[in-house]
């Protein structure tokens, strides 16, 4: 069976750090593109990050220096370290695979996607 599912989600504080994780199963994630998205409250899903199957990322302008993307094909999973975190980063976040070896990475055209876990800034 097919599936991602996130882990890491929680309340945190402003200013606080999370780290969320994305774990592969059922494929080979070596040839897969990995997206992180978020959708907050009344809000539309954007995309906030992404990595290529050879490393290179792309970083949402609002998440830029707060945020690390990296990946374990090993352990075919997917990283996002978040840091300073902002209340408006709340929402609920999901990883999502695209089969895609060789380009850079999207926010969209994605195969599978994982149920989200939620991620909650407040004081």
């Known amino acids: 069976q097919l599936q991602l599912v996130e882990s890491g989600g929680g309340l945190v504080q402003p200013g606080g750090s999370l780290r969320l994780s994305c774990a592969a199963s059922?494929?080979?994630?070596?040839?897969?593109?990995i997206g992180w998205f978020r959708q907050a409250p009344g809000k539309e899903r954007e995309g906030v990050t992404c990595?290529?199957?050879?490393?290179?990322?792309k970083y949402a302008d609002s998440v830029k220096g707060r945020f690390t993307i990296s990946r374990d094909n090993v352990r075919s999973t997917v990283y996002l370290q978040m840091n300073s975190l902002k209340p408006e980063d709340t929402g609920v976040y999901y990883c999502?695979?695209?089969?895609?070896?060789?380009?850079?990475?999207?926010?969209?055209?994605?195969?599978?996607w994982g149920k989200g876990t939620l991620v909650t800034v407040s004081s």
């Open positions: 990595i290529n199957t050879s490393g290179s990322t």
């Open positions: 999502a695979a695209e089969y895609r070896r060789g380009y850079d990475c999207r926010y969209y055209g994605m195969d599978y």
């Open positions: 059922g494929f080979a994630l070596d040839y897969y593109a």
